[in-house]
């Protein structure tokens, strides 16, 4: 244990000098959690109960029992269309967890997510296995009064009298309108995972804090290091010393929860939540809110009659400048962090569709072999964009908060 | 025609994106190379206008999609 501590605690102060920030904080990971799982056997059976209780959990699958006349075609993905329409599928938001489907029996395997809608005859409960996974508006649910299906991701009510749901030739439902859904679709679940793993490793790491121990133990090992990286190497020298500390909480609450949802995406559960735009444009607009609130007297002169210019210039300048600070950073961040999520999954998932779209050129060994070379090697590289963009976010809120808080010395 | 375009479009904000990037990064090895011991914050600053070139090029890429 004590070999533990010095271990640690020499890499942090060997941090400072260290050039490659990056890479260490990497390394630093990786050490603390091999001497979390090797040395420390105790921390790694708690782990090990806590990994078995984890996927206990997640295992109890639940089958939707898929309705036979609607499976005829079968669900087999063979053709470049079908595979670029499976893509598109998974990018989107879902109102359950799909894990794979038995063409044989057309049954889904998953398990379901509760649905809450508020439709004109008020609030409506139940679970999403009532769809039975449908996804093109064939499966009508009845409510009390009310009448719902489901198409493309949305929870449209039925008018009144009608049975079956009516498409225009743009597959736009003419006969029923969308509700409030207000449900717990899988990226509103994947992002209370994350909070509550947050929750649960920071409470953890606060309480060691407070019985008075130095160096934290468990899964503290390994936020601490981040936590200080996070505090040291993007806070402090943007913001600056003296006013850093007031967004810290937003800055290490960005961090880590952008950081976490990347890596749930990279599971195979097929979270997609930074990859969503809302939840990307919510997080930048946090951003906005607070650097504009916390604007200091010299922000907002340099921003709107900016000094040493000619007069005639100012207001051209101010415009610019406002433009610039209240849509366009906060626009750059969010589409950043977006594309670049989605592009990842994209790229990963048409890598593992090689296995198809190759089969007839390679054979089915070549085209597996280099789909899984390929789509591991992909992985590897996301699982370093996963920190780069979480730490990005962070990097360019604290730079633009640094630009807002800044006080100018006159000279 | 419109799918055409827009393709060439996406390649020639990548071949744009990619100029920028390779400037970036070379600059910043010559820059690492000569004074090592500026390395941590050269990469940072490597790293925020990486991301701010990746912003413009995405956004273009969005906005031509």
């Not at chain 1, 209780?53 to 499976?71: I, N, P, Q, R, T």
């Not at chain 1, 599928?89 to 889904?108: P, V, W």
Request: proline share 3%; hydrophobic share 50%; with cysteine.
């Amino acid at each position: 244990m004590n070999k533990n501590y010095s271990i640690l605690t020499k890499k942090t102060t060997a941090k400072k000098v260290c050039s490659f920030d990056l890479l260490c904080t990497f390394a630093q990971i990786l050490e603390s959690t091999n001497s979390l799982l090797s040395k420390d056997i105790m921390i790694a059976k708690k782990s090990i109960t806590f990994i078995a209780v984890l996927v206990l959990a997640l295992v109890s699958f639940k089958s939707f029992a898929g309705d036979e006349g609607h499976h005829d075609k079968g669900n087999t993905i063979d053709t470049p269309k079908e595979i670029k329409e499976y893509i598109g599928h998974h990018l989107k938001d879902a109102h359950d967890f799909h894990l794979f489907s038995d063409n044989a029996s057309g049954k889904h395997y998953g398990f379901p997510l509760p649905v809450i809608v508020w439709t004109s005859k008020g609030l409506k409960t139940f679970m999403s296995s009532a769809f039975h996974h449908d996804d093109a508006g064939h499966i009508v649910v009845e409510k009390g009064d009310v009448k719902l299906t489901k198409v493309h991701s949305k929870i449209y009510e039925l008018d009144a009298g009608a049975t079956t749901v009516n498409f225009d030739a743009h597959h736009h439902p003419t006969n029923a309108h969308k509700v409030l859904d207000f449900s717990i679709t899988k990226s509103v679940f994947g992002m209370l995972l994350a909070g509550l793993l947050m929750l649960l490793g920071f409470t953890a790491l606060a309480r060691g804090y407070k019985k008075g121990k130095k160096i934290p133990t468990g899964f503290g090992r390994v936020l601490e290091p981040l936590v200080i990286y996070v505090r040291d190497d993007i806070a402090r020298p943007n913001i600056g010393e003296k006013k850093y500390r007031k967004f810290m909480g937003f800055l290490l609450t960005v961090f880590f929860f952008i950081w976490i949802l990347n890596l749930l995406g990279l599971t195979p559960l097929g979270f997609n939540v930074t990859g969503q735009i809302a939840v990307t444009a919510c997080l930048a607009i946090f951003t906005v809110i607070i650097y504009l609130f916390s604007g200091s007297k010299d922000f907002w002169a340099h921003t709107l009659w900016m000094p040493g210019v000619p007069v005639v210039l100012r207001p051209i300048l101010a415009v610019i400048e406002l433009i610039g600070f209240v849509l366009i950073k906060p626009f750059s961040l969010l589409v950043r962090l977006f594309a670049n999520m989605t592009a990842g999954h994209f790229v990963v998932m048409s890598l593992i569709a090689l296995m198809i779209t190759l089969k007839e050129a390679f054979g089915p060994v070549g085209s597996t072999g280099m789909s899984l070379v390929l789509a591991l090697f992909i992985s590897v590289i996301e699982i370093l964009v996963a920190f780069l963009q979480a730490f990005i976010f962070t990097m360019l809120s604290s730079l633009f908060i640094g630009m807002a808080v800044e006080e100018h010395d006159h000279h | 025609m419109g799918g055409t375009l827009n393709l060439i479009g996406a390649g020639l904000i990548v071949i744009g994106g990619g100029i920028g990037l390779g400037q970036i990064g070379s600059k910043a090895m010559e820059g690492i190379a000569r004074q090592p011991e500026a390395a941590g914050k050269i990469q940072t600053a490597m790293i925020i206008i990486g991301a701010l070139l990746e912003g413009l090029a995405f956004g273009a890429l969005i906005l031509g999609k």
